[in-house]
């Protein structure tokens, strides 16, 4: 079930191979497999191209499900808010028995769809919880402040000036409970941080949140949290660092990016796609699935900076990371909106 | 004061300047278009277009300047199909220009995906740097705000100067902006109206493009499509801030541009941690109304823009 998670897999290399190839290495090893009868329809809908980080990381989770012979899956990328619930309806017409996506703009309708289909399985990525009167909708978010609060850990013992910055998309529960655990973790090794926190209004404006980063630069930033395109890029061209979030960018920038705090959506998927085939799909919150604990996130390996992290900052990663696996520390989730301090 | 602090630090007019430097390209090829009488709505989605072709030919191994060509040939494309619609047709230039803004944004995507099926993130190219100017860019503040900038910015700058000259001192320019007063003392001088607005549309979309190219070969390396973000439309209202002419509407995009470096860096100061962020990135929008409304005032609205040109009809 954790195949997905092993640190080392390329995913680089995976998504090369076109879906073709995995369509038919799916087919070829789908019915050898014990469990797998027959693979699940499966549609992925998604309100922007799926290299976009946050979606990258459940188109790569369903690709390799699909590799596996769970799934036949399909996506449909970029469509607008505003004809979600039409693409909706089109797969839910058309036979595919799980429905995957994000209904952040569009919770209401989403849901109005998904209470016509009480026979197809929705799992959506949502700010708000499950409800037990649609009970074929479960929802699902990134909840990897674990993950965050390690990197937080390593980000603190890095900074010479004690001046983090951090920008952000729009203050949605999803963005500000990682920071607050980045924060947190940051306190850790340098409890006199100070942290300046912007939101740009815009989730892809990558030479707006550049500029907001050199603005944070200009202010004493030495450190900055890349929750957005663009941030990394600012910190390079200044010579500062900066952490990673969701995916692993240091290839981009081996100078810059120290460490990345990642998402599995394997583990979500798995348990979706476990559910669907005993017929026991019900409305819940997935999220917990994203939680260290069950593999759903994890720090990425240092690479780059491999020998430049303070040794007392990675001891105490270590002892952290032990006792959230066995469940002895628990990382604050706080849906705030963050403000500069 | 705070705000005084960054009003007279270097590094807050060499953001303005270069967040500006998009909007000057593309309020250029908006004016040129408005002056010759058609409103091209397709702005928006014209420089979504020029951002990333210029990005793809970049990517696809030409040089940055070809880059720069490229866009700007797109944008011309993009220019000849809403001209022809608007002017022999003398269709609603309203329903044309947002026509064209969504048929370039999804052309765009298409084209995005045609060349890059299968990516994990977008990829990056060698963009502009910038490039200092000797003893220019030692004068205190201006000097690095001006000087310091990315080629394209220069470009940016030159294009005000060249469009002004053609607007006002060739008898282009003057055939140009009789096509948006008098249309039809331009037809009695034996020049053909439509030839001069299809021109006037396609130079201006091409500009357009290049606005938007400066996001992804200057401003950042990468392409992103929901990147031009609006940029288009403020160009719009720029135009009209600038009351129809380049020189006032390159003050129109700097001021716009500064609203903006200054939001990003007052919520950094103790008062961003009570006003919430909204109100910061709204600033700029807000400001930019209110000097409208104050320079619009005096403004001179081309007599014949929006209106159809039909040869011989009275």
Redesign the interface.
């Known amino acids: 079930m954790t195949i997905a998670t092993k640190p080392g897999f390329s995913?680089?290399r995976f998504?090369?191979t076109?879906a073709g190839v995995a369509l038919a290495s799916g087919a070829a090893f789908g019915p050898s497999r014990l469990m797998a009868a027959e693979p699940i329809k499966c549609a992925g809908i998604y309100t922007?191209?799926v290299?976009?980080?946050w979606v990258?990381r459940i188109h790569k989770a369903a690709m390799i499900a699909q590799e596996r012979g769970d799934l036949d899956y399909t996506f449909t990328e970029?469509v607008s808010n505003t004809d979600y619930a039409r693409v909706m309806r089109e797969y839910a017409e058309s036979g595919y028995t799980l429905i995957i996506g994000e209904m952040f703009a569009v919770e209401q309708e989403a849901r109005e769809v998904a209470a016509e289909y009480p026979e197809i399985a929705f799992l959506m990525g949502s700010s708000f919880k499950p409800d037990d009167a649609l009970p074929n909708m479960a929802v699902f978010d990134n909840y990897i402040q674990d993950a965050s609060y390690l990197t937080g850990i390593i980000a603190g013992s890095m900074t010479e000036t004690g001046n983090i910055g951090m920008v952000g998309g729009f203050?949605i529960p999803e963005v500000n409970r990682l920071m607050h655990a980045f924060m947190a973790g940051v306190r850790e090794t340098r409890p006199d941080a100070t942290f300046?926190v912007?939101?740009?209004?815009?989730?892809?404006?990558?030479?707006?949140a550049?500029?907001?980063a050199?603005?944070?630069i200009?202010?004493g930033a030495d450190m900055l949290y890349a929750e957005r395109?663009?941030v990394s890029?600012a910190a390079k061209e200044q010579g500062i660092l900066a952490i990673g979030n969701v995916?692993d960018?240091q290839a981009?920038y081996p100078e810059t990016v120290v460490a990345s705090a990642i998402w599995h959506f394997e583990p979500t998927l798995d348990k979706a796609i476990e559910e669907v085939r005993a017929g026991t799909f019900k409305a819940a919150d997935y999220g917990v699935y994203s939680y260290m604990i069950e593999g759903g996130s994890s720090i990425a390996p240092l690479g780059t900076f491999e020998g430049k992290v303070p040794q007392e900052a990675l001891d105490l990663v270590e002892s952290r990371t032990a006792e959230i696996l066995s469940g002895a520390y628990v990382t604050e989730v706080n849906d705030e909106e963050p403000?500069?301090? | 004061m705070d705000i005084i602090d960054i009003l007279l630090s270097a590094s807050f007019w060499t953001a303005a300047i270069r967040i500006a430097s998009p909007l000057i390209f593309a309020v250029l090829g908006e004016l040129i278009c408005e002056r010759a009488g058609v409103l091209n709505l397709g702005i928006e989605g014209i420089m979504v277009a020029g951002a990333f072709a210029g990005w793809m030919a970049v990517y696809s191994g030409t040089d940055l300047w070809t880059g720069v060509a490229v866009a700007f040939a797109v944008g011309m494309l993009f220019g000849l199909v809403h001209s022809t619609l608007t002017v022999p047709f003398g269709l609603s230039q309203h329903v044309v220009g947002l026509g064209v803004t969504l048929l370039a944004t999804s052309l765009t995507y298409f084209a995005y995906r045609l060349f890059l099926p299968e990516v994990t993130s977008p990829p990056k190219i060698e963009a502009f740097q910038p490039f200092e100017i000797p003893l220019l860019s030692d004068i205190p503040i201006i000097g690095p705000a001006l000087f310091n900038q990315t080629p394209l910015t220069y470009l940016a700058f030159i294009s005000v100067g060249v469009v002004a000259y053609i607007l006002y001192r060739t008898p282009l320019g003057l055939a140009l902006r009789a096509a948006g007063e008098n249309p039809a003392a331009v037809a009695a001088q034996g020049l053909s109206v439509t030839a001069i607005r299809m021109g006037a549309v396609i130079a201006g979309s091409g500009l357009m493009a290049v606005g938007g190219a400066f996001l992804t070969m200057s401003a950042f390396d990468s392409f992103f499509f929901e990147m031009v973000n609006g940029r288009g439309w403020i160009c719009i209202a720029l135009v009209v801030f600038g009351a129809w002419r380049p020189g006032k509407a390159l003050l129109g995009a700097i001021l716009f541009a500064a609203f903006d470096a200054l939001q990003i860096r007052v919520q950094q100061t103790p008062m961003g941690a009570d006003i919430p962020y909204q109100i910061f990135l709204m600033m700029p929008y807000i400001l930019s109304i209110l000097a409208l409304i104050v320079m619009s005032r005096r403004a001179e609205v081309p007599a014949a823009l929006m209106v159809p040109f039909n040869k011989g009809e009275r």
């Open positions: 995913r680089r998504l090369t076109t922007v191209p290299e976009q980080q990258s970029n203050p300046q912007s939101f740009i209004g815009s989730w892809f404006d990558p030479p707006k550049k500029e907001t050199f603005a944070m200009e202010n395109f663009g890029d995916i960018t981009d403000k500069s301090q």
